[in-house]
């Protein structure tokens, strides 16, 4: 069982770490926590690796995850939030809410260090309006 943020950073660390291209890795874990897989999603450059919500929701999806968490490292050693991050951690945890798989975390890694969304208070709050929100606006253009 995972106990914390940085149990799982370290761990990414050394996986992901001293990559020369940005790579995606999902945890994808049960209701104890315990991790049910580990697997990369997506390859990238030096620096950017596209990062699409149903390619990370495959694999939660058909292990009947509860939840994960979703990094990626940067091979410039920057642990920086990028425009793209933000983006891209709003989407995956709106796409979550929807599929009742909660996203625990987003990570940036480096081969020392790391920055967790979730330490950091910065995982977007969806909340029921907010998918009602989209909901109706989404009926209301079709």
């Known amino acids: 069982m995972v106990e914390s943020t940085e149990q799982i950073a370290r761990l990414l660390e050394e996986k992901i770490g001293d990559l020369p291209q940005e790579e995606c890795w999902v945890l994808y874990f ?77 990570l940036v890694v480096t081969r020392t260090d790391y920055l967790s969304y979730f330490e950091l208070e910065k995982l977007p709050q969806i909340r029921l309006e907010t998918l009602l929100e989209l909901w109706t606006t989404h009926a209301n253009m079709c």
């Open 30 to 106: 049960d209701t104890q926590l315990r991790i049910l897989d580990i697997a990369c999603i997506a390859k990238g450059t030096l620096d950017k690796v596209m990062i699409h919500p149903r390619d990370v929701f495959r694999r939660g999806v058909a292990l009947n995850a509860y939840g994960i968490v979703v990094a990626h490292n940067h091979p410039s050693g920057k642990v920086s939030l990028s425009n793209g991050d933000v983006q891209v951690a709003r989407q995956l945890v709106l796409c979550g809410s929807l599929l009742q798989i909660h996203v625990l975390d987003f």
